[in-house]
C-alpha cells in the first residue's frame, strides 16, 4: 500500500513507522490512524520482525488529534462512527514489542497514542502534555487513565486540569518515559532496543509484554496467574531448550522463535 502521512522502513529486522504530516505538527487525521494501522498491523505479520519503532519528527512526535477535522463534527457523529474506538486502538493488538521514539510535542492524542505503545524513549527536546481542556474538551484516547497510571493522581491532574506539558527531564523522573537520549540518538537508540529485542525469543518477548501489559488491566493475584501460566507455556518452545542449553554450554543462543 502506498502511504501518503507515514514513511514506512525496514532496519534490520526493526520495523520504523514515522509520522510525517509536517505541516500540521503530525496532527493525527483519520487518514494517518489508518495508514498507521495498516502499517503496524504488515509488521506484527511479517516473521523478518522482531520490534517495531513509531516516531515523528524533531518538532513533533505528534501534536494531537486533528483539531481542524474535528472542530464540526456532531455528538452522533462521534457516538455511531466510534470515534477513537475504530482507529485509535490498533496499537493495542499488535503482538510485538512497539517502542515510541518521542522527540518535540507529543500533545493530545499524540501523548495517548505515545502512551499506548509498550515503551516511550524520549529525545531531550520531547514535550508532553494533555492540553485538551484548552478546547472545552478532555483526553477521549485514554489519556486520562494512562496518564494516570503512570506518573500518578496529583501529577496527572495539573497536567489534565491545566494543559501544562511537561519536559523531558520531569517526564523520567515521573516515569512516562523508560529513558532520555540527545535528539541525534533518538533513532539510533531505539533501533538498538528493537535490535536487541529482535534478537531474542519472539514468544518470551510476545509473552513478556502480556504479562505487564496484565499489570494495568487487572488485580495483582489475577495478574500473577497470568504470568505463571505465560511461563510455564514457554517450556513447550525449542527457544526455552535451547536459551538453557546454550547458557549451560557457554555459547550463544539460536533462538528459532519457536
Ligand atoms: N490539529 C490540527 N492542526 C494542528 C494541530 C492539531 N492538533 N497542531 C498543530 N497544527 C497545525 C497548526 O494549525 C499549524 O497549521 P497552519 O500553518 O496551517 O496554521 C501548523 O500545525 C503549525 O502549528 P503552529 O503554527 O501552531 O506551531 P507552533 O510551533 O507555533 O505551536 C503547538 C506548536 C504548541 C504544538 C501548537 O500547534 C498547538 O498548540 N497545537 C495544538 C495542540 C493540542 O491542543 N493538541 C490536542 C488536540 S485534541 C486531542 O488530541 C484529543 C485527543 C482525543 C483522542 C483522539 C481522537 C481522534
Known amino acids: 500500500m502506498a502511504y501518503e502521512m507515514i514513511l514506512v522502513e525496514i532496519q ?53 488529534a486533528d483539531i481542524k477535522e474535528m472542530k464540526d463534527r456532531t455528538y452522533p457523529a462521534v ?18 514489542p512497539v517502542i515510541a521514539a518521542v522527540a518535540g510535542f ?45 506518573i500518578g493522581k496529583s501529577k496527572a491532574m495539573e497536567m489534565i486540569l491545566t494543559a501544562r506539558m511537561m519536559d523531558a527531564t ?6 512516562l518515559v523508560a529513558r532520555v537520549v540527545p535528539l541525534a540518538d533518538l533513532l539510533p537508540e531505539a533501533l538498538k532496543i528493537g535490535e536487541k529485542i529482535a534478537s531474542l525469543s519472539g514468544p518470551s518477548v510476545a509473552m513478556a509484554k502480556e504479562a505487564v501489559n496484565a499489570a494495568f488491566e487487572t488485580t495483582l493475584h489475577e495478574g500473577v496467574r497470568l504470568e505463571r501460566r505465560l511461563f510455564h507455556s514457554l517450556f513447550a518452545t525449542a527457544d526455552q531448550k ?14 528459532r522463535h519457536g
Open 170 to 175: 520531569e517526564a523520567e523522573r515521573a516515569n
Open 12 to 64: 534490520g529486522r526493526v520495523g520504523v513507522i514515522t509520522l510525517n504530516r509536517p505541516k500540521a505538527l503530525n496532527a493525527l487525521c483519520d487518514q494517518l490512524m489508518g495508514e498507521l494501522g495498516e502499517a503496524l498491523r504488515g509488521f506484527d505479520a511479517d516473521p523478518a520482525i522482531g520490534a517495531i519503532v513509531v516516531t515523528g519528527s524533531e518538532k513533533a512526535f505528534a501534536a494531537g
Open 242 to 255: 535451547e536459551g538453557m542449553a546454550a547458557f549451560a554450554e557457554k555459547r550463544k543462543p539460536d533462538f
Open 106 to 150: 507529543a500533545l493530545g492524542g499524540g501523548c495517548e497514542l505515545a502512551m499506548m505503545c509498550d515503551m516511550i524513549l524520549a529525545a531531550d527536546n520531547a514535550k508532553f502534555g494533555q492540553p485538551e481542556i484548552n478546547l472545552g474538551i478532555i483526553p477521549g484516547a485514554g489519556g486520562s487513565q494512562r496518564l494516570t497510571r503512570a
Open 79 to 96: 457516538y455511531f462512527d466510534d470515534f477513537i474506538g475504530k482507529r485509535w486502538e490498533d496499537v493495542l493488538r499488535i503482538q510485538k
